[in-house]
């Protein structure tokens, strides 16, 4: 079946330590999307992909990094500049120029909890 | 810069009844989008509906009706005969872009009871 798949469910951080999120998807999607989600709240965009070898910050990409070396995977590292970094971590995709912009919604993982120890 | 804002943090809806959850927007841009996402507590975002700025008729997808309003800039979700399943939070969300960046609203909660 197609899908988004992000690894792991669960993920604790050090003080310090710089961790990596995944997320590979094989629907074929040009655009890739990380997003942030505190208790309670509504998801915000860290960074963003149309092409591989590309991205973009979001609105809150500082502490954070990505890369886009094939189409179909998309990771987030978490780096030690990122002082609350607890939160819930989802990763999408998309087509690009659909017929309708509704062709362009997006499709979730499962999303990754991360936890500062 | 584009904002979501939904009013309702949390409300109960009795099963078999009908809810309409808030959701207003805020674009200077003339082109966009508005999509409704499910998400249970298992944490996944799940697509329900899809309304542009451009349709004349109100989107509606089997018990989900979005009540497009553009000059008051709203768009409501109503979920009809509501469900023990519908339990979950709900997120409005807009896109303006191409490459459809969603901005998200904070969320509503559902808690449908039998």
């Known amino acids: 079946d197609g899908g988004i798949t992000q690894s792991p469910k669960y993920l604790f951080r050090k003080e310090g330590q710089n961790v990596t999120l995944s997320c590979e998807q094989n629907l074929n999607h040009d655009a890739m999307y990380w997003y942030r989600q505190d208790p309670g709240q509504g998801l915000r965009l860290i960074y963003y992909s149309q092409i591989v070898n590309d991205f973009q910050k979001g609105d809150i990409a500082e502490g954070y990094s990505v890369s886009r070396e094939k189409k179909e995977s998309f990771p987030l590292t978490v780096t030690s500049a990122q002082k609350n970094p607890t939160a819930f971590y989802l990763c999408a995709s998309s087509i690009i120029g659909g017929d309708t912009r509704g062709d362009e919604k997006l499709f979730f993982g499962s999303g990754t909890q991360l936890s500062v120890l | 810069a584009q904002k979501i804002t939904q009013t309702q943090p949390g409300m109960f809806v009795q099963e078999k009844e009908a809810v309409t959850l808030d959701c207003t927007y805020d674009?200077?841009?003339?082109?966009?989008?508005l999509f409704w996402y499910k998400q249970p507590s298992s944490g996944e975002m799940i697509f329900l509906i899809y309304?542009?700025?451009?349709?004349?008729q109100n989107a509606t997808e089997g018990r989900y009706s979005l009540n497009f309003q553009k000059a008051r800039k709203s768009a409501n979700l109503v979920i009809s005969a509501s469900q023990l399943g519908d339990s979950a939070m709900y997120f409005c969300?807009?896109?303006?872009?191409?490459?459809?960046?969603?901005?998200f609203g904070g969320g509503t909660r559902v808690l449908v009871k039998p």
């Open positions: 674009t200077s841009d003339q082109s966009y989008g």
């Open positions: 309304q542009g700025s451009y349709d004349e």
């Open positions: 969300a807009m896109s303006i872009a191409a490459g459809n960046k969603l901005t």
